[in-house]
Structure formats: structure tokens, C-alpha cells
């Protein structure tokens, strides 16, 4: 079965914004080149419709998943080990949570 007009069109694209990201990435004047960022969400879009129309024609989707990625995020550490309690005095140890639980009588 012959690959369809718009699926080959979109594979056209992303292939070009694969590329073009490259270039960006390889003419970057500052970590936080606004060029290297565009490609990036060019290459994102385009994936999205090339597999867009993966599954409308075929339907197939690829072995990768896109990361929801939001620019408001970059400051912001995830790293769960530092992580703050919400509330200081929230702080519990889990045996003793285990342990109230097991003390717990609803009689």
C-alpha cells in the first residue's frame, strides 16, 4: 500500500524541521537562542501531524511519545528528592502513619 500524499508530505516536513534544527542548534549564539527554540517547536508540530496522519491513514502511530514541555516550567526544578512539603508541619514519617491507621477504630 502506497504511503498517502498527505502522510508523505508531512514525513516531508518533519524530516526538514529535524534538519533545520540541526542547523540552529549548530549556529547557536547564546544558551537561550530564541532560533534554537523555534526549531524546536517546529520539529514538535511537525511530528504531531506526521503522525496525525499516520493514524488517519493507516492507522499507525510511531514508538515516541512528546513530552508536554512548557517554557513557564524551565525555572522550576523536578527534582522530587528536594522537594519542599506543602505545609512544614505536614512532615510525617510513613511508619507512623502506618501505625495510626492500625490504631484507628471506627466503633
Same mark, same amino acid.
Given at each position: 500500500? &502506497?504511503?498517502?500524499?498527505? +502522510?508523505?508530505? @508531512? $514525513? #516531508?516536513? $518533519?524530516?526538514?524541521? !529535524? *534538519?533545520?534544527?540541526?542547523?540552529? /542548534?549548530? @549556529?547557536? #549564539?547564546?544558551?537561550?537562542?530564541? +532560533?534554537?527554540?523555534?526549531?524546536?517547536?517546529? /520539529?514538535?508540530?511537525?511530528?504531531? #501531524?506526521?503522525?496525525?496522519? !499516520?493514524?488517519?491513514?493507516?492507522?499507525?502511530? $510511531? &514508538? $515516541?511519545? !512528546?513530552?508536554?514541555?512548557?517554557? +513557564?516550567?524551565?525555572?522550576?526544578?523536578?527534582?522530587?528528592?528536594?522537594?519542599? &512539603?506543602?505545609?512544614?508541619? @505536614?512532615?510525617?514519617?510513613?511508619?507512623? !502513619?502506618?501505625?495510626?491507621? *492500625? *490504631?484507628?477504630?471506627? #466503633?
Amino acid at each position: 500500500m &502506497p504511503m498517502s500524499t498527505n +502522510a508523505r508530505e @508531512a $514525513l #516531508r516536513q $518533519l524530516t526538514g524541521a !529535524l *534538519e533545520a534544527h540541526l542547523e540552529a /542548534v549548530i @549556529a547557536r #549564539r547564546s544558551a537561550t537562542d530564541a +532560533a534554537v527554540d523555534d526549531a524546536f517547536d517546529a /520539529v514538535a508540530e511537525a511530528f504531531e #501531524r506526521y503522525e496525525g496522519e !499516520l493514524d488517519s491513514a493507516f492507522g499507525e502511530s $510511531l &514508538p $515516541l511519545v !512528546l513530552d508536554d514541555f512548557d517554557d +513557564a516550567d524551565d525555572d522550576d526544578t523536578d527534582d522530587d528528592d528536594e522537594a519542599e &512539603p506543602l505545609d512544614g508541619h @505536614a512532615v510525617e514519617d510513613e511508619d507512623d !502513619l502506618d501505625d495510626d491507621i *492500625e *490504631e484507628f477504630d471506627l #466503633r
